[in-house]
């Protein structure tokens, strides 16, 4: 369970079955979550939501957008917001020169949801 049970999480994945595995699992572990299927879902949840704690972002997206084109925006509206890719892909996201993607954890599929508790423990501490 986190710490602070109103931390909220933004997830921004394509494919519905991770979707709900994350949207479930985050669920019961005390994080309010949000949801995106695309960069346009995504920026319309950053441009209406005060307060996000988190987002999680897969790389490839449907539309030719990345999460790294959904984070950079997001990170220069609210600095404290957290990222963490997800992709299957992970080596494009190392590879993009963005200056989050060398500093947020990427987590290549598939992973445990172990990995990724741990992972946003460590950010939201």
Known sequence: MSVDAQDVVLIVEDEP???MLLSDY???EGYRVLQAENGEQAFEILASRPHLDLMITDY???????GVMIAEP????RPDLKVIFIS???A?????GSPIAARAPILAKPFTMET?????ERLLA
């Open 17 to 19: 079955l991770i979707m």
């Open 26 to 28: 985050l669920s019961g």
């Open 60 to 66: 490839r997206l449907p539309g030719g957008i990345s």
């Open 74 to 77: 997001a990170v220069k509206l």
């Open 88 to 90: 299957g892909y992970p």
């Open 92 to 96: 494009e996201i190392a590879e993009s």
């Open 116 to 120: 990724l508790h741990s992972q946003i």
